[in-house]
């Protein structure tokens, strides 16, 4: 079974540029996650996708990140103007969501790693 | 405070011994709790769920304390392969799947 798929792996831009990051969940898997992770810290969760609909965003920075899933599938996660302090790891993520069921488990992508200068 | 706090360590063990790591949570109304994984420069990956009788998989044994909202996590045996980053897990509500990460803890097992 394929995994999470992330791209790019790696980017390295200036301040005040623009970014965006791809991905594409594991089949099936109704919920996707954005979570930032910088250096040193544990990944902080941006935004929560149930199929297209957003579960939570209340730690997205709205006036720089925004994010969509528009078919429920795959998503995309922009940045713009990109500032020094958004250099971090980008993990998406899915999981299986039931009802009822305590699962717990996320399956992560590797990442994509960005750079602001 | 953080919703969910770990000593950052690092922890440096040799191998064999047995070490523990700690976690406390902020809000009381967290349903279920886990620890993840993270090699260095990897995604995180679950290694187990704790349950409120407490629960071991081989070498590892997760604890529960809901009065104190405590978590632990004990390593037995340490070997060099268990050196990573131990990633403290805490999911708010049974409807959702929203997990908070706390801020992790390094270890480090040498020879």
């Known amino acids: 079974e394929a995994g999470v798929a992330q791209s790019p792996r790696y980017k390295i831009i200036e301040k005040r540029q623009s970014v965006a990051f791809w991905c594409n969940p594991i089949s099936g898997h109704a919920t996707l996650y954005w979570y930032q992770q910088i250096l040193g810290q544990g990944p902080k969760l941006l935004i929560q996708?149930?199929?297209?609909?957003?579960?939570?965003d209340s730690q997205l920075p709205k006036d720089r990140f925004s994010a969509e899933r528009l078919k429920g599938v795959d998503s995309t996660l922009k940045i713009q103007p990109a500032k020094l302090e958004d250099s971090a790891v980008y993990l998406c993520?899915?999981?299986?969501?039931?009802?009822?069921?305590?699962?717990?488990?996320?399956?992560f992508g590797e990442g994509s790693r960005l750079t602001v200068l | 405070r953080k919703e969910v706090e770990q000593d950052p360590g690092p922890f440096n063990v040799p191998e064999g011994a047995t070490v523990a790591f700690n976690c406390t949570y902020s809000?009381?109304?967290?349903?279920?709790f886990f620890w993840y994984r993270q090699d260095c420069r990897k995604e995180p990956k679950l290694l187990m769920s704790v349950y409120s009788s407490g629960n071991e998989d081989g070498r590892f044994t997760a604890q529960l304390n809901r009065a104190s909202q405590y978590i632990s996590l004990l390593i037995r045996d340490s070997k060099l392969s268990d050196s990573a980053t131990y990633l403290c897990?805490?999911?708010?509500?049974?409807?959702?799947?929203?997990?908070?990460f706390g801020g992790g803890t390094r270890l480090m097992v040498k020879p």
């Open positions: 993520a899915s999981s299986l969501l039931k009802t009822g069921v305590n699962t717990g488990e996320l399956f």
């Open positions: 809000n009381s109304a967290s349903q279920s």
């Open positions: 996708f149930q199929n297209n609909g957003v579960v939570d």
């Open positions: 897990v805490v999911k708010k509500d049974w409807a959702g799947n929203m997990l908070t």
